[in-house]
C-alpha cells in the first residue's frame, strides 16, 4: 500500500512539473532544497485558491476585512510572540534512529546518570553507618563520589564554555568523548550539532551603520495583532470583528520534504478573530464549522477530510483542532483553528507598553479580546486540490487518459477554444470567441494536433470547458462544448457560450454553499 502511495505521489509531482504547475526552484542550478516555483498552470490555480479562501473570509464577512502587512517586522515582535527564545536549540541527529536531539539535553541526560551513581552510593553508605551517617560529609569527601562530581563538573564547565560560545564542534566531541548513545536504538553514530532557531534572519541596514537582526516572518499571525488596534480603530470594528491576511511565511524547517507540503518559504492564509473574553469557545465551535464547509464546498470526496482535536495545547491555547487532509502520504495537518485567548495582544502590550484593547460601549469598560485563529496553508492547499483531481482513467471508447479533475471553479484555464483545422477561417472565428470570453475566463487556443490530442493536452490540466469550432459554426454560430469530467459534448450558440461558461465555473457557486 505505502508503495503504491509512494507511486501515485511521484506520478503527481511529475505531472505537477510536466505541466508547468510545480518546478523545483532553481532548477538550472539542481534545485534548493524544499523550495518551489509555481509555473504558469500553478501560478493561476494558487490565485484561484486565494480568491475563494478571501471571498469567503472577507466579501462574504461584513464583520472582517483583510490587510497586507509586511514581512519584516521590529525584532520586538518575535520576542513577544516567544519565537526568539523557543526553538533556538543546538540540535544533533543519530544516523541510525534518525531520531533528532537536543545536544545539550542529551549531556544533561548523561550528566543524570552521574548523579543517580552518586545517589546510590549514599544510599549505600547511609545504611552502612546508621545513625551516624553525615551525608554532607561523606559526599565532600568519598573518594568514589568526589570522582563523579568531579566528572559533573568537568562536564558542565565544558558545555557551557561550548554552549556560550556557540562552538558547536566541541559540543559533539563531548557527546562523542562522553560516549553517550541514542536513547532509543543504543547507537553512537551523530551527525555534527546544528544551531536551530525555525526563524531566518537577515541584517537590516548597513554594517557600517550597525545593522539590526531582523527576521522573516515564521507566521503571518503577528502582523495582525500588531494592527489590531489601527484596524478597529480606522475600520471602526466592533467586537467580534476578524482580520485576515494571505502572505509568505518562512521557517527555517529541519526537515523539510514531502515537496511543497513543508517548504521552508510558504504562503499563509490567516484570519484572526476577536472575540469578548468568554465567548471564546462559542467561536472557536462556530469557525471550525464554517471552514470545514469551506472545504467541503469544492465537492472533493468528504472521506479526505477530518478533525483532529489537540489534547496537548500549545501554552497560548485553550482549545485547537487542525483541519486534516488525505494527502498522498495519508492524513496530515492541512488547517489549524486555534483559540488562543488574549495571548497574543497581551504579550505585545507588555512588550510595546501601549495598550491593545477594545472599549465595549455596552459594557463600558475597556478589554483585551480573546482570538480564534484560522490558518491554512495555501500550498498545502494546492497539494491536496492536487492530489485529490488527479486520475487515471479509460473513456468510454477505450481511450486512456490522465485528467485534473479539479473543482471546475479553481482551474487554471477555464476554457480552451480549439479550431478543428487550421484553415478556412475556423481560427479566426476561434480568435473571435476568445476576444469575447477573456474578460471573463482564462481562456487558451490551441490549433496543433489532433482535436483528440489537444483534449487530453487540456484534461492534463483540468480545463473544465472545451469548445470546438467547426465549418458549420461559421454558418450557425454554434460550436461544439465538451465537458472534461464526462468527456461529453452538446451544441451551443456562440451567444449563449458566457452564461453557461459562468453558470459553471463561479466561484459564486462555491460562496453559496458555506
Ligand atoms: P506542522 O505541524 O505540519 O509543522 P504547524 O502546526 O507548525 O504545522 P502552524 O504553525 O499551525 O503549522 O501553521 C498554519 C498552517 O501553515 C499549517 O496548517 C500548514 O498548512 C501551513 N504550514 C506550516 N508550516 C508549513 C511549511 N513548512 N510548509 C508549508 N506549509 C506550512
Redesign the pocket.
Known sequence: MANQDDNQFKKIISHAKEYGFVFPSSEIYDGLAAAYDYGQNGAELKNNIKEYWWKAMVQMHEEIVGIDASIFMHPATWKASGHVDAFNDPMIDNKDSKKRYRADVLIEDHIAKIEAKIDKEVTKAAKRFGDDFDKEQFVATNPRVLKYTGQIDDINARMKAALDGENLNQLKALIEELGIADPVSGSKNWTDVRQFNLMFSTELGSLADGANKIYLRP?TAQGIFVNFLNVQKTGRMKIPFGIAQIGKAF?N?II?RQF?????E?E?MEMQFFVKPGEELKWYEYWKEKRIKWHKALGISEENYRFHDHLNLAHYANAAA?IEFNFPMGF?????IHSRTDFDLKAHEEHSGKKLQFFDPHENKSYVPYVIET???L??MFLAVLSASYVEETLADGSERTVLKLPVQLAPVKVAVLPLLKKDGLPEKAREIIDELKFDFTCQYDEKDAIGKRYRRQDAIGTPNCITVDHQTLEDNAVTIRYRDTAEQERIAIADLRNKVSDLVSVNNLLRKI
Do not use: P, V, Y
Not at 496530515?332 to 489549524?336: R, S, T, Y
Open positions: 507566521e521557517r524547517e523539510a511543497i507540503f513543508r517548504m521552508r510558504f499563509q487542525d496530515k495537518e492541512l488547517e489549524g490558518s491554512i496553508g500550498d498545502r
